[in-house]
């Protein structure tokens, strides 16, 4: 079999309804961006990627797309280095940030990610085996998600309210809770904080465990607390919560925290790089690292981090920001090929209402996602809806997650919580 070539690649920039979830910068808009990526083979074949389309990082992505034609498909080294190449000519290869929480200083991976997942799905099409086979082998037939539970006004400012309704307070958070346990059955619970004093967020936390004594429960304030305060709530949750999330900023705040408890500090803020990773096992800052192939790199990448992680004997999860169907594919392939991602993953799934991929293949069920074992992602695009969600895109007037500017429509004078309490 000769060596393929890609022939084309597409990118296309999407927007797909969002509910008002609070966080420690502000409130998710109405509309959520991403960018599908299409690699095409001269040999007929399509792989498909999904990332962050914020319109600085859509403007890498597309001068990337430009440049790849007549480049092999398995040759990933080299793909990378274009990446690279392609990035040091536009803006010298500048960080990237995304939200105002996640800011790398290179966004070289971030760009790389979903062309080497596209290129994945194509070798796993022509080799007719799935992704995770490409990344050893899946070592479980189902991965389990956590449900994210948010704070969140009863709909966006002008608009309806949404059928998720306002949840302000533990009682309506153990109702949010509900519907996701029964909805889609997840085994264990996860609270966005940083949005109120952390005495209301653990008594969230409280009752959650009340109406759910057997589910582990995670809390992630995204660094809105010092490191005292941080300390003490790690005081009264001890043997409640699995692990709190960023309590604190930075590596040497984390650091800071750990020194003084035994409950285990996850991050996705202050690891996400694998610059990260020597500071942080130096001042022992982290016991769980929540991995996202869109910022490490991809999958390959993604997967040395398991080794890393492994090796210093700290935990693995996995990441979540609000994403499509694309995505998740490549994530229940990573998580299925990494064995010591033993956490359930972080996943936005259940709170969007459109998706780019045709239903049926990432059900979730008891709070799992059965490994697709039709070769590559084994999911295929759902064109009428790839439109649509592209035109809501042209329409829809955002280009750029704004959580702070749009928090401060309705609040002039919010500021970020962050390290705030």
């Not at 403007?59 to 990933?76: I, K, N, Q, T």
């Not at 057997?214 to 919560?241: K, Y």
Request: negative net charge; contains cysteine.
């Amino acid at each position: 079999m000769s060596a393929p070539r890609i022939s084309r690649v597409v990118v296309t920039p999407v927007a797909f309804t969002d509910p008002p979830l609070l966080n420690v910068v502000g409130v998710h808009q109405p509309w959520a961006l991403r960018a599908i990526i299409e690699v095409h083979t001269d040999d007929g074949v399509l792989g498909l990627g999904e990332i962050y389309a914020d319109e600085t990082h859509l403007a890498r992505l597309e001068a990337v797309a430009a440049e790849l034609p007549g480049h092999d498909p398995y040759d990933l080294h080299r793909i990378r280095r274009l990446v690279a190449d392609v990035l040091a000519k536009g803006d010298g290869g500048a960080g990237a940030s995304f939200g105002g929480m996640l800011d790398v200083d290179s966004a070289l991976e971030t760009v790389y990610s979903p062309f080497e997942v596209a290129c994945l799905d194509i070798q796993g099409h022509r080799a007719g085996v799935p992704v995770s086979s490409l990344l050893g082998g899946a070592v479980r037939e189902r991965v389990p998600f956590s449900g994210y539970l948010f704070y969140k006004w009863a709909g966006h400012p002008g608009q309806p309210d949404d059928d998720w309704g306002e949840a302000l307070t533990p009682e309506r958070i153990v109702q949010q809770a509900r519907r996701m346990v029964d909805g889609w059955g997840f085994g264990s619970l996860k609270l966005k904080g940083g949005v109120f004093a952390p005495e209301l967020e653990c008594a969230a936390i409280e009752a959650l465990r009340a109406e759910f004594p057997s589910h582990p429960l995670r809390l992630d304030p995204n660094g809105a607390w010092t490191v005292p305060t941080s300390v003490r709530v790690a005081d009264r949750l001890r043997g409640v919560v699995e692990y709190l999330e960023d309590p604190t900023p930075g590596i040497e705040g984390m650091g800071a925290v750990a020194a003084q408890t035994d409950v285990p500090l996850a991050t996705n803020m202050c690891v996400i790089a694998m610059e990260h990773l020597p500071p942080a096992v130096a001042a022992d800052a982290v016991q769980v690292v929540l991995s996202d192939h869109h910022l490490w790199g991809g999958l390959r990448r993604s997967a040395q981090l398991g080794g890393i992680a492994e090796t210093w004997g700290m935990g693995l999860s996995m990441h979540s920001n609000s994403h499509l169907g694309v995505s998740l594919a490549a994530m229940v392939h990573l998580a299925a090929a990494t064995p010591n991602l033993t956490y359930a993953c972080d996943t936005h799934y259940p709170w969007k209402q459109q998706d780019v991929i045709t239903p049926g293949v990432l059900d979730f069920v008891d709070g799992e996602v059965a490994v697709p074992t039709d070769p590559g992602l084994g999911v295929t695009l759902d064109r009428d809806m790839l439109g649509l969600l592209h035109e809501q895109y042209l329409e829809c007037g955002v280009r750029r997650r704004e959580d702070t500017v749009y928090m401060r429509t309705v609040e002039p004078d919010f500021t970020p919580n962050t390290a705030r309490w």
